[in-house]
Nanobody
Framework: QVQLAESGGGSVQAGGSLRLSCAAS?????????ISWFRQVPGKEREGVAA????????TYADSVKGRFTISQDNAKNTVYLQMNSLKPEDTAMYYC???????????????????WGQGTQVTVSS
């Protein structure tokens, strides 16, 4: 069964840091080769933030978070992390992780390419 569970969200002041975790079921982690983070603000489309190919550890980032966010994985824990530094108020959103079995490297930040989603964790950054 494909399962993903996010944790680590919270409230922080601008300039602060948070680390989000995406824990995957063993089946999900072994059968999917790409896990990504997305975020969404009410009334706006879901936005890709960062992606990692778990086999090659190849990463992709949205321009808005490059240099501030880092995606990483821990194979022993079936978990993908999103370290968020230098947070800005515009980073406030619900953050979701998602998984797919990718055949290409393209489209890693496109929500419609993903078949499995977690429930989300809220991140609020105050100025």
């Amino acid at each position: 069964q494909v399962q993903l569970a996010e944790s680590g969200g919270g409230s922080v002041q601008a300039g602060g840091s948070l680390r989000l975790s995406c824990a995957a079921s063993p089946y999900t982690y072994s059968s999917m080769n790409s896990i990504s983070w997305f975020r969404q603000v009410p009334g706006k489309e879901r936005e890709g933030v960062a992606a990692i190919r778990t086999g090659t550890k190849t990463t992709t980032y949205a321009d808005s978070v490059k240099g501030r966010f880092t995606i990483s994985q821990d194979n022993a824990k079936n978990t993908v992390y999103l370290q968020m530094n230098s947070l800005k108020p515009e980073d406030t959103a619900m953050y979701y992780c998602a998984a797919r079995r990718a055949t290409t490297y393209g489209g890693s930040l496109v929500p419609s390419n993903y078949v499995a989603w977690g429930q989300g964790t809220q991140v609020t950054v105050s100025s």
